[in-house]
């Protein structure tokens, strides 16, 4: 299982405000579905990877990782649908609470 996540910002050990006991590379991550996570980034990716770069993390293995950076398009548009699902399900959650809501106040007279 894969989701894509947009980078927020990337912790490297050669930053000058980062002190690092290891020499690898985390990206702190805006998931599709609003959550923040922190992950490692594959070695061969961390050259390339920039701040609002749309990305995939493999969620298959224990330890989640960056593994590929999806730019343009084909980003725009994975961002765009993931984010699409992710409204609709809490338009959805919305609607059914207010129904239920409006099921709790209506009180029988007889």
Do not use: C
Not at 31 to 50: F, H, R
Not at 54 to 79: A, H
């Amino acid at each position: 299982m894969y989701h894509p996540g947009k980078i927020v910002e990337i912790f490297t050990p050669k930053h000058k405000h980062v002190e690092s006991s290891d020499p690898v590379v985390q990206a702190m991550l805006e998931m599709w579905d609003e959550n923040v996570i922190t992950v490692a980034v594959e070695k061969k990716l961390v050259s390339s990877l920039k701040k609002d770069d749309v990305v995939l993390v493999d969620y298959t293995t224990p330890k989640l990782r960056v593994i590929k950076i999806l730019r343009e398009d084909i980003g725009k548009n994975t961002w765009r649908k993931y984010k699409e699902q992710f409204q609709k399900r809490k338009t959805e959650a919305v609607v059914a609470q207010s129904r239920l809501q409006g099921m709790q106040h209506e009180s029988y007279v007889g």
